[in-house]
T-cell receptor, first 117, second 112 residues
Framework: AAGVIQSPRHLIKEKRETATLKCYPIPRHDTVYWYQQGPGQDPQFLISFYEKMQSDKGSIPDRFSAQQFSDYHSELNMSSLELGDSALYFC????????????????FGPGTRLTVL | SQQGEEDPQALSIQEGENATMNCSYKTSINNLQWYRQNSGRGLVHLILIRSNEREKHSGRLRVTLDTSKKSSSLLITASRAADTASYFCATDGETSGSRLTFGEGTQLTVNP
């Protein structure tokens, strides 16, 4: 079965640089979520999109922005990177209830490991 | 985590034994999901239990939910070395919408 695709899988950046992370949801899934997992921590919600509109916003720094495109893929743009941004960034997707989705069952991609030097 | 805690934080057992992990949460929920994460890798969805359900099974997994105690347990029966991973519970709630709030995770080690 198709899964959530994230690219790149690994990314190394210098402080103050920018980074763009991409997420391709499972086909027919129109809701995308972004989570950040720091070393030894649990994942924290950043932002989500439903039908190309931002649907919820969590603890996402102002330096970060995201959007969902017409083909439902999403990109997380990160600017002025800081050492503390080093983390695993996960994208998850879900199928809405009206399309047979099961109660907000979210499926995660393999993550992008961002290292800021 | 702002939502809850997992207990124990680490668990080490022998292959063939059962493993039980617990998760507590603080606010009213709609659903609770369990995920597995191998070291530094992706989160694999294991099972979802709705707030009006009390128990659910999937293969060697058994999940219970006690909304009066705001807690859930994940039981893995007849464990295998391949079950070694971190296990997280995640909730979504009436006030938080569809975003998931994760517990702190239990590191399970199954020794061959």
């Amino acid at each position: 079965a198709a899964g959530v695709i994230q690219s790149p899988r690994h990314l190394i950046k210098e402080k103050r640089e920018t980074a763009t992370l991409k997420c391709y949801p499972i086909p027919r899934h129109d809701t995308v979520y972004w989570y950040q997992q720091g070393p030894g921590q649990d994942p924290q919600f950043l932002i989500s999109f439903y039908e190309k509109m931002q649907s919820d916003k969590g603890s996402i720094p102002d330096r970060f922005s995201a959007q969902q495109f017409s083909d439902y893929h999403s990109e997380l743009n990160m600017s002025s990177l800081e050492l503390g941004d080093s983390a695993l960034y996960f994208c998850a997707s879900s199928l809405p209830l009206v399309a047979g989705g099961l109660y907000n069952e979210q499926f995660f991609g393999p993550g992008t490991r961002l290292t800021v030097l | 985590s702002q939502q809850g805690e997992e207990d124990p934080q680490a668990l080490s057992i022998q292959e063939g034994e059962n493993a039980t992990m617990n998760c507590s949460y603080k606010t009213s929920i709609n659903n609770l999901q369990w995920y597995r994460q191998n070291s530094g890798r992706g989160l694999v969805h294991l099972i979802l239990i709705r707030s009006n359900e009390r128990e659910k099974h999937s293969g060697r997994l058994r999940v219970t939910l006690d909304t009066s105690k705001k807690s859930s347990s994940l039981l893995i029966t007849a464990s295998r070395a391949a079950d070694t991973a971190s296990y997280f519970c995640a909730t979504d709630g009436e006030t938080s919408g569809s975003r998931l709030t994760f517990g702190e995770g239990t590191q399970l080690t199954v020794n061959p």
